[in-house]
């Protein structure tokens, strides 16, 4: 490394702190909070459903299997719908719709109107799941690292505190929960509809048939059949579970806080760290074949009610690794836009997970407790035999982020390489003056499209002249995973443009350059990794870049771009401060 500061304006730098946000992002992740709380809300009233209502076990499951299919057929008419009437209005209708059907279905006197009411509540959850991360993104400001922090907070808040409220207030009224979810919806509502800016229009209209004709690629098909797989095994776990612990419902709502907070944790911090290590595939193959084995123990002990518990907590950790790198897999290997594949794959899986506990009740009262965790077990293990037939695509896809394969678009160099004679200005640039072929190594210059991207070009193009080097001018385009949502960060078009312009401006100097527009899936550090490869793929004798921007706290839940270029690359790395002599 050449020269470093503390500061500056990096490849795809984001705000300075993540919670420095418009009052827009806090009223979408707060929505997020309580979208996300649904998940868990009701586990700790199943059985004062099933008392109250003299339901029978079976009849209760299908809160979840209404809710979950009609979530998931509505994922079909999603992009359908935000394509038409744009993001701002699809999350509003998607909120009004869980505010009426939360209120009636915290109304209602028999368990066959809930049921009904959850089906429309599912219907605006998938309104809302499709386009709040997309709305954050767009909304938050100086960038999106802080925002799709924000985010992933907001989903581990959720998905935590839903037990905990559901404990707290059913244990005052199983209708409790309900009406919770409505005012804090409905406030949620008001803030959006006074906070967010209207958003525009996709460019293109999405028909109803695309997300299935979809299921026609090999790789979407293989990663969703994977995950209904999975869905059917955890939602059997979920939703099953809270019958044979024989919990009151506080101790229910503990017991699935604790579950939460451990999917929060593993889906944030630990799951990105292991597929870095290991690799995806591998990574799933384990983490689906512990799912499976925590599954056979609550089927072996679920007479124990202390098993029950542990193990109970413990799937948080599979659950938690699973929903983001089953996640990241799937937008890996879709060669489809993200909302289509999105919606594909939010179909088939959320099928799984709203039949498996409709179904579990039935073979329980029809067999014994035991049968459901049985069958759950062995659809996980089929899930994983499914895996493997993907298995070639998932490891291409990873070496796709560690290797200059993906959205190469070079320019043509419009001027030749000056005659310069080669003087070494900045540390030990001379280690690699000449790439394999004989020519000037190249100078890579990574930038992210924002306002100090003209500023640093010109500072590398300055080191190319003098150093009698090409130029490489290259932005990575991210597709960011939290959790269980996907989401392209930017448009690569005005990326694209401004790339051109770059070059042009260059190349009237007399620098050789080209242009290259990367795509990776993952967080910074996937970028910093990717750069670094690109580097080493082109025998680069330099990176220049500048220092990041987007602060210690969102640093703690997304690598940094240039601490991963530093780890990573081969070559000399140049720090550019903003106010360096080079930008002035």
């Not at 979840?64 to 701002?88: P, Q």
């Not at 922090?149 to 808040?157: F, H, N, P, Q």
């Not at 594949?341 to 407790?369: D, E, M, Q």
Request: aromatic residues 8%; charged residues 10%.
């Amino acid at each position: 490394m050449t020269n470093t500061h503390a500061r500056a304006a990096s490849p795809h730098a984001g705000a300075a702190s993540p919670f420095r946000q418009p009052k827009a992002v806090w009223a979408v992740a707060f929505a997020c909070v309580v979208s996300f709380m649904g998940i868990g809300l009701v586990d700790p009233i199943l059985p004062a459903l099933a008392k109250d209502l003299k339901a029978t076990p079976s009849t209760v499951e299908l809160l979840f299997t209404s809710y979950l299919v009609i979530t998931a057929v509505a994922m079909l008419i999603t992009g359908w719908v935000s394509s038409r009437i744009g993001a701002k209005r699809t999350l509003v209708a998607g909120l009004v719709l869980i505010v009426v059907f939360s209120a009636l279905a915290g109304a209602s006197n028999s368990i066959g109107e809930i049921i009904g009411f959850r089906a429309g509540w599912g219907l605006g959850n998938a309104f809302f799941i499709a386009t709040s991360l997309a709305a954050i993104i767009a909304s938050a400001s100086g960038g999106f690292v802080g925002a799709i922090v924000l985010y992933e907070t907001a989903l581990g808040v959720g998905i935590g505190l839903g037990p905990l409220i559901g404990g707290e207030l059913g244990g005052i009224s199983w209708r409790g929960p309900f009406f919770g979810v409505t005012v804090l919806m409905a406030i949620s509502l008001v803030s959006i509809l006074v906070l967010l800016d209207a958003t525009p229009k996709p460019p293109r209209k999405i028909s109803v048939k695309e997300p299935i004709t979809c299921l026609r690629n090999r790789g979407l098909a293989i990663m969703s059949l994977t995950a209904l797989c999975y869905n059917w095994g955890f939602f059997t776990l979920l939703a099953y579970t809270p019958f044979p612990m024989r919990l009151g419902i506080h101790q229910l709502g503990y017991t699935f806080t604790a579950w939460g907070i451990l999917v929060g944790i593993f889906a944030v911090f630990i799951a990105p760290r292991l597929q870095r290590r290991f690799g995806t595939p591998q990574v799933l193959y384990v983490n689906l074949a512990m799912l499976a084995a925590d599954l056979v123990v609550i089927a072996a002990f679920t007479t124990s009610q202390t098993t029950l518990i542990v193990a109970v907590i413990v799937s948080g950790v599979f659950v938690g690794l699973n929903n983001t790198l089953t996640t990241q897999a799937v937008m890996a290997v879709s060669p489809f836009e993200r909302s289509l594949t999105s919606a594909t794959y939010g179909f088939v899986r959320f099928i799984g997970g709203g039949i498996a506990p409709y179904i579990a009740a039935r073979l329980a009262a029809h067999f014994n407790v035991h049968v459901p965790f049985y069958l759950g077990a062995a659809v996980v293990v089929i899930g994983i035999v499914i895996l493997t037939r993907g298995h070639s695509l998932l490891s291409a896809a990873d070496q796709d982020q560690v290797q200059d394969q993906i959205g190469q678009s070079p320019s043509t160099p419009t001027a030749a390489p000056t005659s310069q004679p080669f003087q070494p200005v900045i540390g030990s640039a001379t280690l690699s003056e000449s790439s394999q072929d004989g020519h000037h190594a190249p100078i890579v210059v990574a930038i992210d499209g924002g306002p100090g991207s003209d500023q640093l070009c010109a500072a590398a193009a300055d080191l190319a002249e003098t150093l009698a080097s090409p130029l490489e001018i290259l932005h990575v385009v991210e597709t960011d995973i939290a959790m269980d949502q996907a989401a392209d960060t930017e448009d690569p078009a005005p990326i694209t443009a401004a790339l051109t312009r770059l070059v042009e401006q260059v190349a009237a100097r007399g620098i050789p350059a080209s242009s290259h527009l990367l795509e990776i899936v993952g967080d910074h550090g996937d970028v910093g990794r990717r750069i670094a490869a690109f580097a080493d793929g082109h025998h680069a004798r330099m990176i220049v870049a500048g220092a990041p921007t987007h602060g210690r706290y969102a640093g703690l839940l997304d690598a940094s771009t240039t601490a991963e270029l530093a780890r990573h690359t081969h070559c000399d790395l140049h720090i550019v401060h903003p106010d360096s002599p080079l930008l002035n």
